[in-house]
């Protein structure tokens, strides 16, 4: 399974934009890419997925480049309540999760 | 969607004593994983259930540790065995409905081993 790598922890102020990147070099012909938004004591909860170029939902944004090595995750006007650890996954069916994106949102 | 039902939703436990899990689908769906998440770290992914036979267990776990079930395609049960303070964790089940699509979590386990 294609292994992700992302930032340990952003730090944003509320009503910025935030950009999460994520890189998975290994990633194979099959796999999707995916985010994971998780909350304190909560389980994870689907944001976004994509196969390539740019997906866009209600909550947010994926931008995918042609070679699909690597995949950003674009927040639009982030809140205090998007404090949060984003995880990145790659792959078909079963999720296999990285450290993840601790992302803190100050007032 | 899927909802999942967790139980209990907490519990702690004597070393050397059992828990067993449970996870409740209000659908049918094709996979069910079972993971562990220790205090400030990211999820480790334990097994697949397997409706009608034997769980998939990821490097690192065995089903002597961690046995598990899957009767049907909405119900699954983790078993931590001989549990010791090293177990204390979050114990999350997670269920897809097929091939890249979206994986739908529990609220979890917190489990405290003393």
């Known amino acids: 399974l294609a292994k992700t790598t992302q930032p340990i922890s952003m730090d944003s102020y509320e009503g910025q934009e935030v950009n999460i990147t994520c890189s998975h070099n290994?990633?194979?012909?099959?796999?999707?890419i995916t985010w994971y938004q998780q909350f304190p004591s909560q389980g994870p909860r689907f944001i976004i997925q994509?196969?390539?170029t740019k997906v866009t939902n209600e909550v947010a944004s994926l931008f995918i480049p042609a070679d699909r090595k690597s995949s950003t995750l674009s927040l639009p006007r982030v809140s205090l309540s998007d404090t949060a650890v984003y995880y990145c996954?790659?792959?078909?069916?079963?999720?296999?999760f990285g450290q993840g994106t601790t992302l803190q949102v100050k007032p | 969607s899927a909802v999942i039902s967790q139980k209990p939703s907490r519990d702690i436990c004597q070393r050397g004593t059992s828990l067993t899990i449970q996870c409740q689908v209000d659908?049918?769906?094709?996979?069910m994983f079972w993971y562990r998440q220790q205090p400030g770290q990211s999820l480790t992914l334990i097994a697949t259930?397997?409706?009608?036979?034997?769980?998939?267990?990821e490097s690192g776990f065995v089903i002597d540790k961690f046995p598990i079930s899957r009767p049907n395609l909405t119900f699954s049960t983790l078993t931590v065995s001989n549990m010791s303070p090293e177990d204390s964790s979050i114990y999350l089940c997670?269920?897809?409905?097929?091939?890249?699509?979206?994986?739908?979590f529990g609220q979890g386990t917190r489990l405290t081993v003393v």
């Open positions: 997670s269920v897809g409905t097929g091939l890249n699509t979206e994986a739908f």
């Open positions: 290994n990633i194979a012909t099959n796999d999707y």
């Open positions: 994509g196969y390539k």
């Open positions: 996954l790659v792959g078909e069916d079963k999720l296999i």
């Open positions: 659908s049918q769906v094709t996979m």
């Open positions: 259930a397997n409706q009608g036979s034997e769980a998939t267990y």
